[in-house]
């Protein structure tokens, strides 16, 4: 079975610009985390969603991010206007029971010049 | 306010002994452990979890030991092997029994583990 995928590995922008970072959970998991990882903070929940609603968004740093999931198969975090502090690698993850055992992808490096 | 704290950064072992890998917490509500391991430029993967209703947990040559008193818990890796030098990360749940903050992880700064052959 595949993993979780993240699209794209890995993302140079400048400052101001939009970034769309994608992923698409393991088939049957019904819930789906973003998560940011920094060395500044270490790895910090952004958001997470359950059955494709988002249940807890209080992670997410300011209203320049937000995150959407259309359908159980394909997520999408935006950063409008990004900035260079939004620099890190950006984690995606899915389970079938929240809080335990949650599968990551290989993360997207995101770097705002 | 860092709620799952893990104190060293890093961690030198031999390989063939033992290595340990600590983590404290401070909520109370947390009752649901995880440690994962991470490679470099790949996720997370899950190890080892622990329910707050035991005290260990064992899995071939990882075990995670909890103690609630202390809130402290630890992750022991024996015979240590080259092959598990990697980030590990502890993580903690509230409430996933309860349905309340249910799928919130709440992880530490890791430890970078490095076995010599």
């Known amino acids: 079975d595949a993993g979780v995928i993240q699209s794209p590995r890995h993302e140079v922008t400048e400052m101001g610009q939009e970034v769309t970072l994608r992923c698409k959970p393991i088939?049957?998991?019904?819930?789906l985390f973003w998560y940011r990882q920094t060395m500044m903070r270490g790895l910090e929940l952004l958001i997470y969603?359950?059955?494709?609603?988002?249940?807890?968004d209080s992670g997410m740093p300011e209203d320049r991010f937000s995150a959407k999931m259309p359908n159980a198969s394909f997520s999408t975090l935006k950063i409008q206007p990004s900035e260079p502090r939004d620099s890190a690698v950006y984690f995606c993850?899915?389970?079938?029971?929240?809080?335990?055992?949650?599968?990551f992808g290989p993360g997207t490096r995101l770097t705002v010049t | 306010d860092q709620q799952v704290k893990q104190n060293s950064p890093s961690l030198s072992v031999q390989e063939g002994r033992i290595s340990i890998l600590n983590c404290d917490y401070t909520?109370?509500?947390?009752?649901?452990f995880l440690w994962y391991k991470k490679y470099p430029a790949e996720g997370p993967t899950f190890l080892i979890s622990i329910s707050s209703i035991k005290d260990k947990n064992e899995d071939g040559r990882f075990t995670v030991f909890l103690n609630k008193s202390a809130k402290h818990l630890s992750l022991h890796i024996v015979p240590s092997q080259p092959g598990d030098s990697a980030v590990y990360f502890c993580a903690a749940s509230a409430g996933t029994r309860r349905g309340t903050s249910y799928g919130k992880l709440t992880f530490g700064q890791g430890t970078i583990l490095t076995v010599h052959p």
């Open positions: 993850a899915s389970s079938t029971v929240g809080g335990s055992e949650q599968y």
């Open positions: 088939s049957g998991h019904d819930y």
């Open positions: 969603f359950n059955n494709n609603v988002p249940i807890d």
């Open positions: 909520n109370s509500m947390f009752d649901y």
